[in-house]
């Protein structure tokens, strides 16, 4: 079992005068937070905060580019080519690095957000050209990407990738996770379990199969009406377990030694 | 003693919800319906048109600036053609999905923003009623008693209906209390309900400073985008109907 393990959620998805998600009570459970960029969710005032609320709480900061699609929150999946993506996705890192820097703080990874995650896992090509448009702006910058086939490809090309399993997603037969439009309350204990099962080294899909996963990051999503709960949950199993939460940056340092 | 109850509907946004409509919906007669341009995608939109049709609540489109990150609140210096083809385009969208759901459009209600500034500004006020009669001159305009305009959509021939606010402070002159003062908004369900009872009634209310009022009202405003707003709402309705008040839309039968 593993014993070291980034916890990451999802913030700063409200916009302007629609607010969704408890970061205040969230970020105090993770280690690092992924921060919507305005295309999907986040307005620049929310961003700010979000920044703020981050940095005030010693996480980790990560820029969570979304498709253009605010009326679909970024869940609806769209055809990007590799360079649109690459544009969409450095344009976004751009935006919230001009927050991060005015904060003085550091931004240390970037995640695509649903159906941006999404596209990235079909095409291994969208991927990379991410990897390779953020990477140019600061070679230190680590792609999160799903536990599988492409973040091993990723990673076999030199980039810096963490790895990631879902604590609050059930998986399909093909170790994809099954998205859900609009997160409903989920039993804490159950996703607990599952985080566990991650550092066990395996999750089952939906049909019962048994997949292998090989993470560094377990997710939970911010914009599930009890996210806080879940996140403590979590973070009471690992204690049971001797498990030890830090950034994502320190859990791949260790991976690599 | 007749009156209508006019409010905010389809606010929601696709994955941020706000509002109680389904609440609403029972306590008003009067729905304005945020046409997509700073609250209301298509699915809140068809939803809010459905119910008010279901339950002969009279739809009106509440048109706004193109800012959906601002929610319509912050003013837009919209070149007046624009503005018009912006107004056009919104009525056009919403009576779509009125048409589906059995009803239609009747009447029109500039939201936030765009609201305050044709209070004074003409050139917009004058783009938005030149949107309504174009679409169809039989629609009424909703606004604030002395507005611009109210003043040029008459002027133009269309029917007016004033409104006022239930849950808010008047200045001595009866208009409204900027939002940025204190005690600009009323809070106790009880007061704002027989203040409503009496604006009815034709009765003077109190102003901010304590003198007398009139305000005079074919609707009455209510707001249902917090839980207490909401209560403040049922509370105008309940009290309205057991003074003997008939509440039925402004704009006549639907």
């Given at each position: 079992m593993k014993t070291l393990i980034d916890l990451n959620a999802d913030a700063g998805e409200s916009f302007g005068r629609w607010k969704l998600g408890d970061d205040a009570a969230l970020?105090?459970?993770?280690s690092s937070v992924n921060v919507a960029c305005g295309w999907h969710a986040g307005d620049p005032a929310t961003m700010r905060r979000s920044v703020e609320l981050a940095t005030s709480n010693g996480v980790s900061l990560g820029a969570h580019p979304g498709l253009p699609d605010l009326t679909g929150f970024g869940r609806r999946s769209m055809a990007l080519t590799p360079v649109e993506a690459a544009d969409a996705c450095l344009y976004q890192y751009g935006a919230l690095r001009g927050f991060v820097e005015a904060a003085s703080a550091d931004l240390a990874h970037v995640k695509p957000h649903g159906a941006f995650y999404g596209l990235t896992l079909r095409d291994p090509e969208v991927a990379i050209a991410i990897a390779e448009s953020v990477t140019a702006v600061d070679p230190d910058l680590m792609l999160v990407l799903l536990a599988g086939p492409t973040a091993e490809r990723v990673l076999a090309d030199g980039f810096r990738v963490a790895r990631e399993a879902f604590a609050d997603l059930d998986y399909d037969d093909n170790g994809h996770i099954i998205i859900e439009p609009n997160p409903e309350v989920k039993d804490p204990e159950q996703c607990a379990q599952q985080a566990v099962d991650v550092l066990n080294g395996g999750v089952t899909s939906v049909n019962g199969k048994a997949l292998d996963v090989d993470a560094d990051t377990v997710c939970l999503h911010?914009?599930?009406?009890n996210a806080p709960d879940i996140a403590r949950a979590i973070r009471a199993r690992f204690q049971q377990h001797s498990v030890r939460i830090a950034p994502m940056r320190e859990v791949i340092a260790t991976r690599n030694q | 003693m007749r009156t209508d109850l006019n409010a905010d509907l389809a606010e929601s946004f696709g994955r941020w919800e706000l509002g109680d409509d389904a609440t609403l919906l029972t306590v008003v007669t009067s729905a304005n319906v945020a046409?997509?341009?700073h609250a209301g995608d298509p699915g809140a939109i068809r939803r809010a048109c459905e119910r008010a049709a279901t339950l002969g609540v009279a739809i009106g489109a509440q048109v706004g600036y193109r800012d959906l990150a601002g929610f319509g609140r912050r003013f837009i210096d919209v070149a007046p053609a624009e503005l018009t083809d912006d107004v056009l385009y919104q009525i056009g969208a919403l009576a779509g999905f009125a048409r589906v759901a059995g009803s239609e459009v009747r009447y029109v209600k500039p939201h936030g923003a765009l609201y305050n500034a044709i209070v004074h500004h003409s050139e917009q006020a004058a783009a938005v009623v030149d949107a309504v009669v174009r679409y169809d001159s039989g629609l009424v305009a909703l606004g604030l008693p002395g507005s611009e305009w109210l003043r040029m959509a008459e002027n133009a021939g269309l029917r007016v209906c004033r409104e006022a606010f239930a849950d808010r402070a008047y200045t001595p002159e009866a208009t409204l209390v900027s939002?940025?003062?204190?005690?600009s908004v009323l809070h106790d369900p009880e007061y704002i309900a027989q203040r409503c009872v009496r604006m009815v009634r034709g009765e003077p209310i109190e102003a901010v400073d304590g003198s007398r009022i009139r305000v005079e009202a074919d609707s009455i405003c209510v707001h249902g985008d917090t839980p207490d707003a909401a209560a403040v709402a049922q509370a105008v309705r309940n009290r309205l109907i057991d003074e003997g008040a008939l509440l039925v839309p402004f704009t006549g039968d639907t």
């Open positions: 970020l105090p459970q993770v911010g914009d599930r009406p | 046409c997509g341009f939002r940025r003062e204190l005690g």
